[in-house]
């Protein structure tokens, strides 16, 4: 019993510290969904950021990352279920977005401190 109670103790731990880890990323994190964009965004400013763009979705997400109207990286593609990194150098004061071109939504502001927000799409 006391062994089962130890293996309890422990996976409920490392669910925690894989929660924590998530929650005090280095970075963003832009989960398209058919419907609405998920981000989870840093606390800090911190350079280089790396924005981590997850296609949720059922078709391939096209795409461009922008800061102050200019693009980084050129434009992006990912399958569905799949994801891509960008590496973006980025001060207070830059405006950092994701805008998706295919399939079309709105843009996604990238915002430093929000923790989690969702942006639904244009209606």
Sequence with gaps: M??????LFFSLSFLSISAHAIESLNGFLVTAYDDRFRVLSPEKY????EVIIENKTLTRLIG???????????????????????LVNIKKGDVLHFIPLSPAFQEVELIVGNKI????PKK
Excluded at 65 to 75: A, E, S
Excluded at 78 to 86: G, P, Q
Excluded at 117 to 120: D, G, L, Q, V
């Design 2 to 7: 006391k062994f089962l109670l130890k293996i």
């Design 46 to 49: 911190k350079t280089p950021m």
């Design 64 to 86: 461009k990352v922008v800061i102050n109207n200019k693009v980084v990286g050129g434009y992006t593609s990912i399958e569905s279920d799949k994801y891509l990194k960008v």
């Design 117 to 120: 927000y969702e942006i639904p």
